[in-house]
T-cell receptor, first 111, second 114 residues
């Protein structure tokens, strides 16, 4: 079946460092891909999405490119802030409005 | 105005009890979901409803019964609570669509079974 694999966390960075969180997927066809973010004590929020191969989703300085050759959708940000500390979930869209989530990657950014 | 709201925010109860969690969305969406997030943050879908009709039921014990009185509400009733039911439960909603529309999540209900 379809699945999403994320790098294990936590990822610990200093403020203004470059961020990469790896995400790879297994799916039939080319499903839409998402990154959701969960801040402490809150529900998940959509960060960005890409609906087809080579699409780049971007929001709040974060970017991810849908790469069908490597079945990947890695999340990147050029300069992280303390306020970016959260858990990040990669997800793919399956049938009937079902999202398959990865296990989540905790990001901790220190001043 | 809160888009997706859940009550209660915290729920502490004894094993064997029956409890309910309520969810309401004011976004006009036609699809609603329940997710379970365990202590390791792993998030798994439990149910989804589209226009009050059950669409997804992911191998969840019969003790869990969702109820959708209308499109804006999806409640979760749990019978005979067990220790393993302790988790954070999230409600979410979206517009239905073939490409995957954004899901809006509630703030979560932390259930602790003693």
């Amino acid at each position: 079946g379809n699945s999403v694999t994320q790098m294990e966390g936590p990822v610990t960075l200093s403020e203004e460092a470059f961020l990469t969180i790896n995400c790879t997927y297994t799916a039939t066809g080319y499903p839409s891909l998402f990154w959701y973010v969960q801040y402490p004590g809150e529900g998940l929020q959509l960060l960005l999405k890409a609906t087809k191969a080579d699409d780049k989703g971007s929001n709040k300085g974060f970017e991810a490119t849908y790469r069908k050759e490597t079945t990947s959708f890695h999340l990147e940000k050029g300069s992280v802030q303390v306020s970016d500390s959260a858990v990040y979930f990669c997800a793919l869209f399956e049938r009937a409005d079902k999202l398959i989530f990865g296990t989540g990657t905790r990001l901790q950014v220190f001043p | 105005d809160t888009a997706v709201s859940q009550t209660p925010k915290y729920l502490v109860t004894q094993m064997g009890n029956d409890k309910s969690i309520k969810c309401e969305q004011n976004l006009g969406h036609d699809t609603m979901y329940w997710y379970k997030q365990d202590s390791k943050k792993f998030l798994k879908i439990m149910f989804s409803y589209n226009n009050k009709e059950l669409i997804i039921n992911e191998t969840v014990p019969n003790r869990f019964s969702p109820k959708s009185p209308d499109k804006a509400h999806l409640n979760l009733h749990i019978n005979s609570l067990e220790l393993g039911d302790s988790a954070v439960y999230f409600c979410a909603s979206s517009r239905s669509g073939t490409g995957g529309n954004e899901q809006f999540f509630g703030p979560g209900t932390r259930l602790t079974v003693l």
